[in-house]
T-cell receptor
Framework: KAGVTQTPRYLIKTRGQQVTLSCSPISGHRSVSWYQQTPGQGLQFLFEYFSETQRNKGNFPGRFSGRQFSNSRSEMNVSTLELGDSALYLC??????????????FGPGTRLTVT | AQSVSQHNHHVILSEAASLELGCNYSYGGTVNLFWYVQYPGQHLQLLLKYFSGDPLVKGIKGFEAEFIKSKFSFNLRKPSVQWSDTAEYFCAVNVDNQGGKLIFGQGTELSVKP
């Protein structure tokens, strides 16, 4: 099976702009989670989508949003970009949500640089 | 709030040395536990997982971890490390009321000298 894919892999944006990142989960996986990885804060959970519904949301401002489509592909959007949004954004997919066998498989990430 | 603590920020070992990386979490309910590894330039890979049953779990590449519920710990071990084990290691926990949310530790960077 193909792994989790993320596009684009690298992105450079200017403060104030918005950005959309895309994630295609492993075939058959219905849960998609997003994480932000930075040297200072480590890996932080953004949100999870399961069957097109947001299941959980991390402690991030409302500028961060996401959605999931009927084919389980997911997008996340960051509006009004700030310098502090520069990070590696990781997408992970799992077959199910919650404790019922939810081992997550990660994609390569999108490296976002805000200037 | 739930949290995960990894005791060592950076560990330096020589090849063939034994490895133990500490991980403690704070949550009193049911948990799933994971160790992920991130090799230089590569994406996060699942090393091993604990869902239930035998608290000693074996993963890929000779790694194992032991879940000690009374200590809220899930330490990672390997009897003999290789240079190719040089990577960053992350402990993560999923708790029973948070959907698929993984809470990660800060990571431990392992450097193995040949």
């Amino acid at each position: 099976k193909a792994g989790v894919t993320q596009t684009p892999r690298y992105l450079i944006k200017t403060r104030g702009q918005q950005v959309t990142l895309s994630c295609s989960p492993i075939s058959g996986h219905r849960s998609v989670s997003w994480y932000q990885q930075t040297p200072g804060q480590g890996l932080q959970f953004l949100f999870e989508y399961f069957s097109e519904t947001q299941r959980n949301k991390g402690n991030f401002p409302g500028r961060f949003s996401g959605r999931q489509f009927s084919n389980s592909r997911s997008e996340m959007n960051v509006s009004t970009l700030e310098l502090g949004d520069s990070a590696l954004y990781l997408c992970a997919s799992s077959l199910l949500s919650g404790l019922a066998g939810n081992e997550q498989y990660f994609g390569p990430g999108t490296r976002l640089t805000v200037t | 709030a739930q949290s995960v603590s990894q005791h060592n920020h950076h560990v330096i070992l020589s090849e063939a040395a034994s490895l133990e990386l500490g991980c403690n979490y704070s949550y009193g309910g049911t948990v799933n536990l994971f160790w992920y590894v991130q090799y230089p330039g590569q994406h996060l890979q699942l090393l091993l997982k604990y869902f239930s049953g035998d608290p000693l779990v074996k993963g890929i590449k000779g790694f194992e971890a032991e879940f000690i519920k009374s200590k809220f710990s899930f330490n990672l071990r390997k009897p003999s490390v290789q240079w190719s084990d040089t990577a960053e290691y992350f402990c993560a926990v999923n708790v029973d009321n948070q959907g698929g949310k993984l809470i990660f530790g800060q990571g431990t960077e392992l450097s193995v000298k040949p």
